[in-house]
Nanobody
């Protein structure tokens, strides 16, 4: 059983929107949750996170366009992505932490065409 699994990636035209989901299983709760993305040859980049108390932060590259959220059970999270740009093309990963336990999802590909 995969502790974290992303869904919702796909191909979208520039200016469009996508909503990524991250679902935790096996009793794992994402007390801290983050979304990262990675392009070939580049380091994984933190783009948005939400703390245990609900404080959200964003990378400058996505601020004002992306919104991170999480349900009250802290087992499902989302990344709402609007006004997508070709430079947003990447594999998007969900990361979750509960106490000392950390998990990564396997990633979902987002491709934005110009």
């Amino acid at each position: 059983q995969v502790p974290l699994m992303e869904s919702g990636g796909g191909l979208v035209q520039a200016g469009g929107s996508l909503r990524l989901s991250c679902t935790a299983s096996g009793g794992f709760q994402m007390l801290y949750m983050a979304w990262y993305r990675q392009t070939p040859g580049a380091q994984r980049e933190l783009i948005a996170d939400i703390t245990t108390h609900g404080y959200k932060s964003y990378a400058d590259s996505v601020k004002g366009r992306f919104t991170i959220s999480r349900d009250s059970a802290q087992t499902t999270g989302w990344l709402e992505m609007n006004n997508l740009k070709p430079e947003d093309t990447a594999v998007y990963y969900c990361f979750g932490r509960q106490s000392g336990l950390e998990h990564w999802g396997k990633g979902t590909l987002v491709t934005v065409s110009s």
